[in-house]
């Protein structure tokens, strides 16, 4: 059984920083693309970044520059180091395990990847 399990989401303020981390079990984490969605209130779920398992990266607009992604395949984790967070980056943030043989991940939601059960990040003074 494949479990997803976010961590590190929280409340900080605008200009402020957070990592969030995904850990995976059951799988085999090194051969998969990975990436964090998010879902703001209203809002269609979105990728956010993404990361291959060669290392590739790729980012929304909305957060290159800002936003880092990076696995520890020793560790069967993922991070998303979140920097400058703007009050538009509150959302709920889902850990995606993309389905066998996928190099990269949709832009939109897919059925047939793993998903966690996500954590919320809010940004706020």
């Known amino acids: 059984q494949v479990q997803v399990v976010e961590s590190g989401g929280g409340l900080v303020q605008p200009g402020g920083s957070l990592r969030l981390s995904c850990v995976v079990s059951?799988?085999?984490?090194?051969?998969?693309?990975m990436g964090w969605y998010r879902q703001a209130p209203g809002k269609e779920r979105a990728l956010v970044a993404q990361?291959?398992?060669?290392?590739?990266?790729n980012y929304a607009d909305s957060v290159k520059g800002r936003f880092t992604i990076s696995r520890d395949n020793t560790k069967n984790t993922m991070y998303l180091q979140m920097n400058s967070l703007k009050p538009e980056d509150t959302a709920v943030y889902y850990c995606?395990?993309?389905?066998?043989?996928?190099?990269?991940?949709?832009?939109?939601?897919?059925?047939?990847?793993?998903w966690g059960q996500g954590t919320q990040v809010t940004v706020s003074s």
């Open positions: 995606t395990l993309g389905r066998r043989g996928r190099t990269w991940l949709p832009s939109s939601p897919s059925p047939y990847d793993t």
């Open positions: 059951g799988s085999m984490f090194a051969s998969n693309a």
């Open positions: 990361i291959t398992s060669g290392g590739q990266t």
